[in-house]
């Protein structure tokens, strides 16, 4: 869509599907009530007959209508900068702002603030804080500098903070050092079981499962994990993988299998909104992107996707390309494609 034009047929589609990173785009006017509505609008979807979709916000005015009060389309840009200055401004503070402070630099309130963030990027504010410090951990880490310099240069503000958080659950399950030296010193269970999808690897630390994945054996988790210490799952480990094994044959249902996984602030953003994905449904790499603020980062959130190491409990099989195609899939198209049948079924 140009600055000037909206391609109906598309716009129709995203209202449907209430796709965010429509959001800005364009609006749409529902002539029956007189008021417009970001494509993502909760209220219940109008009649086809009843709509006429406008580039912005002021073209909808102009031709007579008001804004929604529940989705606030005319705050879409002022929403974006206030994303980005909350974004620029934890970067740039050594020790993380309160909500409070973020409000008072975007004329937000706190609450409404945290909304739009998670929103927008997957993460509260201070989640986004925490991943963004943990990332430069990782990247110290990955540089050869000690855990404790590392954990000092990241804006810790001592190493039982950061042990703290990891131990909450909130971040990385495995500590710095130990992914740093390939899983030295932890113990992963692990077992190949066939599915009807093939031999499916699943693979767990006392945290959750860190990696699941198709046509792989022992070879391939060693490389993941060469120093750690790999074994056959026991009777406790059995039963998490029969709850693997259901949700890889019903992939579309909720669960809360842990995880033990690591990312990026990136990576987490980006599995966070695969997460969000409707079971049956698939988004584009440019959605994706659109949706957590990086609508430029298309081939890194391609990136992100592939560092996936749980398949189907972060559910990468429904990122598409652009057009349409089916794109890439670690494990082969055919797994990809059964995996949304199955959803859709």
Not at 193 to 199: A, D, K, P, Q, W
Not at 233 to 252: N, S, T, W, Y
Not at 265 to 270: G, K
């Amino acid at each position: 869509m140009n600055e000037n034009f909206v391609d109906n047929v598309r716009a129709w589609t995203a209202v449907q599907a209430r796709d965010r990173s429509f959001d800005g785009k364009f609006v749409t006017g529902v002539l029956s009530t007189g008021i417009y509505c970001r494509p993502s609008c909760a209220a219940r979807h109008p009649k086809r007959e009843n709509v006429r979709f406008f580039a912005k916000a002021e073209q909808a005015e102009a031709a007579g209508l008001r804004a929604c009060l529940r989705c606030l389309p005319n705050d879409v840009a002022r929403d974006e900068a206030a994303v980005k200055t909350v974004i620029d401004a934890i970067r740039m503070a050594e020790a993380a702002p309160t909500l409070g402070e973020l409000g008072q630099l975007t004329s937000y309130s706190p609450t409404h603030l945290q909304r739009i963030f998670k929103r927008e990027t997957g993460l509260s504010p201070a989640a986004y804080a925490r991943a963004l410090r943990s990332e430069r951990v990782k990247d110290a880490l990955a540089g050869g500098a000690s855990v404790t310099e590392a954990i000092y240069d990241a804006g810790y503000g001592s190493a039982s903070r950061f042990y703290e958080e990891q131990k909450m659950g909130r971040k990385m399950g495995m500590k710095p050092g130990v992914w740093k030296n390939g899983g030295a010193g932890v113990t992963i269970y692990w077992a190949s079981v066939e599915t009807s999808l093939g031999v499916m690897l699943v693979a767990a630390t006392d945290k959750g499962v860190c990696c699941l994945s198709f046509n792989e054996g022992e070879a391939e988790l060693c490389q993941r994990f060469p120093k750690a210490d790999l074994q056959q799952g026991g009777d406790d480990f059995r039963k998490l993988l029969a709850q693997v094994m259901a949700q890889v044959q019903a992939p579309g249902r909720p669960h809360n299998i842990p995880v033990d996984v690591q990312g990026t602030a990136f990576q987490e953003a980006v599995w966070q909104e695969l997460r969000k994905i409707p079971e049956g449904e698939t988004r584009s790499y440019a959605d994706i992107a659109a949706a957590i603020g990086k609508p430029k980062a298309v081939r890194a959130v391609g990136s992100a996707n592939g560092a996936n190491h749980v398949a189907v409990l972060i559910p990468c099989h429904r990122v598409v390309r652009s057009d349409g195609s089916m794109g890439g899939y670690a494990y082969g198209l055919e797994i990809k494609q059964m995996l949304l049948e199955k959803e859709r079924g």
